[in-house]
């Protein structure tokens, strides 16, 4: 990870960016808003196309043939998506009552969310296995009070760490993935980044880089890729602020 060259392009954006529109930041907000529902739970097997997604969230349209349980997926995450950005905004710190609200949002109609789990649990296909229920819960503890003490990584590793190490203490009976994606979010904005996506075609990656993570110890891979989709994102970015620059500059001439 080059973390210079992101924080290059971070400062372009953080200093360009009140020459884009409001609109304009609207629209991105809300293409970034779908994409990213729509990602998380595809991950997660929910079958909902792009299009789909998009008819359920904007036009309140129910979809023929789909379990209720995939509408109620892609709602709810739009909800704790925004309730993310809401604390966010506020300066409010993650922490643990934050992370159980995210989950009762995500779990709202489909059973009874922010408790942790009970039992013993198993990831399909991962060479991990979380930790039995006591362990569980002395691990969410510490990583509660270890997300307050990241001072030697940066905040694309603190992000990436933040989702790698939820998802491998596996708190919850269900929704853990979605957490930790939004978790890892919530990380990105506290620190004036843009939030980020990882598609669904690339989730073999995806789920390889946080086995490495939960079997050895190492963040490398699945920073690198944090990192990666941070950089895509802020290019974008960059590149609408100087197309808006340069329109500016021809309309003054």
Known sequence: ??????SKKYKLYEDGKEVLHEVTIESYDDAFELEFTHN???IEGNTLTLMETKVVLEDG????????????????????????????????VLNENIVKDIHALVMDNIMVGGIYRNEEVAISGASHRPPARNEMYDQIKTFFLELMDKKNLN?????????AEFVRIHPFLDGN???????????????GFLPVSIAKENRLDYYNALDKYATEGI???????IAELEEEQLDKYVLLIKEQVKSKSRGTL
């Not at 995939?70 to 950005?85: D, P, S, T």
Request: proline share 1%; net charge positive; with cysteine.
């Open 177 to 191: 993935g979605r957490i930790s994606r939004l978790i890892m979010n919530y990380q990105l904005l506290s620190f």
């Open 155 to 163: 905040p694309i590793e603190i992000a990436a760490w933040t989702h």
């Open 1 to 6: 990870m080059d973390f210079d060259r992101i």
């Open 40 to 42: 998380s739970t595809a």
């Open 219 to 225: 963040l490398d891979d699945f920073a690198d890729m």
């Open 61 to 92: 349209i129910s979809i023929g043939g789909k379990a209720l349980r995939e509408i109620y997926e892609v709602v709810n995450h739009k909800k704790a998506f925004r309730y993310v950005k809401k604390c966010v905004k506020e300066g409010i």
